[in-house]
């Protein structure tokens, strides 16, 4: 009678310490999540540490894996949205969804938000809820263009 071979053993506390050594290396996380389900749920924290929005496609599928996916909302510590120079219309990024989006992030400490070629102004209805924004350490907005004063000073108002 065989017996089975006995497969080598990883505690699970030092997998976990390798993923964290590797939290700045994208691909090898997802290798991480991918091998084994004691690893997934650690790797995918790290991956969601920081997101980097390039396009209206990108917006809607972070938004809707937060909405799937709400435990994962806490380990998001970063976003970045930056229309990329292939975007047809970079304003479209400035709609109501980010804000929408930011409310689902409790822990969102860094916002950044810069346009490359063109300015890029926030849509009205972003800056009545601009109060999203007050639990933000940092916010950083480049080549931003404010079309009247008013809309500046709901943004000055709002900051801590």
Sequence with gaps: MSTVPVLPYLPLEVGENIIDHLSEDVYSLCSCALTCRGWNRHARQHLMTSIHIQSREDLYSVHDYIVSNPRMSSSVRSVLISPSDIEQNPRCLLEVLPVDLLKRLPNLQR?????????????????????????VEELHLEHVVFHTSAELARVLIALP
């Design 111 to 135: 916002y950044c938000l810069f346009g490359h070629y063109e300015p890029i102004s926030f849509h009205a209805t972003t800056l009545i809820h601009i109060k999203t924004y007050l639990f």
